[in-house]
């Protein structure tokens, strides 16, 4: 098997793979889609909500906010509060999403979230835990696009949507698939 990296940056890693099959590359891509665990906005109290705007909508578009995920120190089941405040006229951006953790923090700060009119107020509070976009797609941590090129050679395209490096991304993907592997291989082992 041979690897060569054509990019490599916070945003964008484009590498190509030689030498594995079709089932092995569509794997990777897969384990990094769906089971790269992220931190998403899960959960919202609106203590006030007097914009035009239901309070699921508004759910919606904050739970879509990339949150920064550390590499480690950090458990599946801890919950991290954001808390946000604001009265029109002003437009809310993600940036207003306050964090009680200085780690796990919004990833891009200009996502506009709702627009406010004079005298309308938003005085909320969420809580971001720990999941992977197989529960829901808010935890999918970038695009992961393959290309075949020859027999048994294919491109990788990964984008990372900010919550991590695209090449942290890719590692943990190989991780799951390695605990994955040592379950099956254990089960066999007792058969």
Excluded: W
């Amino acid at each position: 098997m041979n690897v060569k990296v054509q990019e490599n940056n916070d945003k964008v890693l484009k590498f190509s793979i030689d030498g594995i099959r079709e089932s092995h590359a569509n794997a990777l891509r897969r384990a990094a889609i769906n089971s790269v665990k992220t931190f998403a906005i899960d959960s919202i109290t609106f203590y006030e909500n007097t914009s035009p705007m239901f309070d699921e909508y508004i759910a919606h578009r904050i739970g879509l906010v990339p949150l920064i995920t550390p590499s480690s120190g950090y458990r599946d089941d801890d919950e991290i509060l954001f808390t946000a405040e604001a009265t029109g006229p002003i437009t809310v951006y993600s940036k207003d999403l306050q964090s009680t953790d200085k780690e796990v923090r919004v990833a891009s700060e200009g996502i506009p979230i709702i627009k406010l009119g004079t005298g309308q107020r938003l005085r909320i509070e969420c809580k971001a835990r720990m999941g992977t976009a197989s529960k829901h797609a808010k935890f999918q941590p970038g695009l992961i696009a393959l290309e075949p090129t020859d027999d048994n050679s294919f491109n990788f395209y990964v984008e990372s949507f900010g919550q991590m490096p695209p090449k942290e991304i890719i590692n943990k993907a190989c991780d799951t698939i390695k605990e994955r592997i040592k379950e099956v291989a254990k089960v066999a082992k007792k058969l």
